[in-house]
């Protein structure tokens, strides 16, 4: 068994597993270093990964270590916390064991779900193979080489035909990540990579941004709205709303609007338009009656338990914790990292004996999102920035977020070169099949 020794020992105090280890379960962990108990975090990667840059490693603004931090690293100094790299596969609620992959089970007392989620399809898994989704650093590379292929494509293509569908680029979902990654990949084909092709213009690039709904950034303000689409259009990217992707081909995306469908040939497809649970935790929660929403996060309580079951906690975005207007919390890393500071208060309490804070109260500080090089919209609740500030501020958020100093120190500089030059040093096509000019090669 998990921490045997620790469980022999009377002075160890209660068990405490925390599944995963993004924003929710970092905090958790933290908040609980040095607490009377013994607490195991069980994740299947030995990394936190700082998930809103993804779209940079995608777009070779960053590489994948500016933007993930080994978990052992981070909590190094929490003597009463152990890491264990394994992969979850069921959570026996009866025994109080957490199984792994491997055939290990780790007993708890305590228990906090904060696994993350997965992309949604909307049942069409086939369409991942043509249009990766950002919830990885797997996922960010594969789409860096799809961008960076195409245009290498561009360039010895057979024929015009060809060519423009090599600089065509579709990106499905109009909500932060998918305005961000429009606007770099804009940023990419209009400045980054001038002058560096002799028979293609990357600057020809068509970057198209589908949203199903009637509004991009819908949580936003219509006038920050407004201002998003402005940019991206000045950025060359065009807009489609209220557009439906009826499937994904290798060579292209089929769009419906208005009782009328279209075939668009693109070269590279990017999927940010959806969230989904993680199959085992939807196999559990058939399996132990957790009522969920839609999307498969199990609903809470008030305090972050699940109904009948004081000792686990849901944190993160599995969790369907509803905020004060009723509606549930967005999944938003600032959600999360909130989560997880209020159950290691709870749990602390819990284990000294003491009364436990109150239900959990999201303290909104605003949202954020970038649209290209010196373009941001910001809404902190009591101003609203766009433009340059806007940018600046949506840097220095996500500066202060990062886990490491070093983290922060190295992306500042590389963020300030990116904007001085224009250029992203991290443009490597790695992994999967490398590019071979197949096409209107000489």
């Known amino acids: 068994m998990v921490n045997e020794a620790a469980r022999s020992n009377p002075h160890a105090g209660?068990?405490?597993?925390?599944i995963g280890s993004g924003f929710a379960g970092l905090a958790v962990a933290k908040g609980l270093a040095g607490a009377q108990c013994q607490v195991t975090v069980v994740d299947?990667?030995?990394?936190?990964?700082?998930?809103?840059?993804?779209?940079?490693?995608?777009?070779?603004?960053?590489?994948?270590a500016n933007i993930a931090t080994p978990i052992r690293a981070a909590l190094k100094k929490a003597r009463n916390v152990t890491v264990l790299l394994g992969?979850?596969?069921?959570?026996?609620?009866?025994?109080?064991?957490?199984?792994?992959?491997?055939?290990?089970?780790?007993?708890?007392?305590?228990?906090?779900?904060?696994?993350?989620?997965?992309?949604?399809?909307?049942?069409?898994?086939?369409?991942?193979?043509?249009?990766?989704?950002?919830?990885?650093?797997?996922?960010?590379?594969?789409?860096?080489?799809?961008?960076?292929?195409?245009?290498?494509?561009?360039?010895v293509a057979a024929s015009p035909a060809e060519r423009e569908r090599d600089l065509t680029f579709v990106v499905v979902g109009g909500g932060p990540t998918g305005v961000e990654m429009a606007g770099a990949i804009a940023e990419i084909a209009r400045y980054t990579l001038r002058g560096e092709f002799r028979r293609s213009n990357p600057a020809a690039a068509k970057i198209l941004l589908v949203e199903g709904g009637p509004d991009i950034l819908p949580v936003y303000t219509p006038k920050l709205?407004?201002?998003?689409?402005?940019?991206?259009?000045d950025m060359g990217v065009?807009?489609?709303?209220?557009?439906?992707?009826?499937?994904?081909?290798?060579?292209?995306?089929?769009?419906?609007?208005?009782?009328?469908?279209?075939?668009?040939?693109?070269?590279?497809?990017?999927?940010?338009?959806?969230?989904?649970?993680?199959?085992?935790t939807t196999a559990l929660a058939g399996e132990r009656?957790?009522?969920?929403?839609?999307?498969?996060?199990?609903?809470?309580l008030p305090d972050l338990t699940?109904?009948?079951?004081?000792?686990?906690?849901?944190?993160?975005?599995?969790?369907?914790?509803?905020?004060?207007t009723?509606?549930?919390?967005?999944?938003?890393?600032?959600?999360?990292?909130?989560?997880?500071?209020?159950?290691?208060?709870?749990?602390?309490?819990?284990?000294?004996?003491?009364?436990?804070?109150?239900?959990?109260?999201?303290?909104?500080?605003?949202?954020?999102?970038?649209?290209?090089?010196?373009?941001?919209?910001a809404d902190l609740r009591f101003i609203r920035l766009t433009g340059f500030i806007g940018w600046l501020s949506w840097l220095f958020v996500h500066l202060m977020l990062l886990v490491e100093f070093r983290s922060r120190v190295v992306i500042f500089f590389n963020w300030a070169w990116c904007y001085v030059t224009r250029n992203r040093y991290s443009r490597l096509i790695t992994g999967g099949e490398h590019f071979t000019p197949s096409r209107g090669d000489s």
């Not at 209660?14 to 925390?18: A, D, G, K, P, T």
Request: net charge neutral; charged share 20%.
């Open 14 to 18: 209660q068990q405490i597993v925390i």
């Open 44 to 64: 299947k990667r030995n990394f936190h990964l700082f998930q809103p840059l993804l779209y940079q490693v995608a777009t070779g603004a960053l590489s994948p």
């Open 87 to 155: 992969e979850v596969v069921d959570v026996d609620t009866v025994s109080r064991q957490v199984e792994l992959a491997s055939g290990e089970a780790v007993p708890y007392d305590i228990l906090v779900l904060a696994p993350g989620v997965q992309t949604q399809y909307f049942r069409h898994p086939e369409w991942e193979q043509f249009a990766p989704g950002l919830k990885s650093i797997e996922d960010a590379l594969t789409v860096r080489r799809h961008i960076l292929s195409a245009f290498e494509h561009a360039e």
């Open 225 to 233: 709205r407004e201002r998003a689409a402005r940019d991206l259009a």
């Open 238 to 280: 065009t807009v489609r709303t209220g557009t439906m992707v009826v499937s994904i081909e290798p060579d292209g995306v089929q769009l419906a609007h208005g009782g009328q469908t279209e075939f668009v040939p693109a070269s590279a497809v990017v999927w940010a338009a959806g969230i989904k649970a993680a199959p085992w």
């Open 289 to 300: 009656g957790i009522e969920t929403d839609r999307l498969g996060r199990f609903t809470v």
């Open 306 to 324: 699940l109904p009948g079951h004081p000792e686990i906690f849901v944190a993160g975005d599995l969790a369907h914790c509803k905020g004060e």
């Open 326 to 377: 009723g509606e549930p919390l967005p999944a938003l890393g600032s959600v999360a990292v909130q989560q997880g500071k209020y159950l290691a208060k709870v749990i602390r309490a819990r284990i000294a004996g003491r009364t436990p804070p109150p239900a959990f109260h999201y303290v909104d500080r605003g949202i954020m999102a970038t649209i290209g090089r010196a373009a941001a919209i």
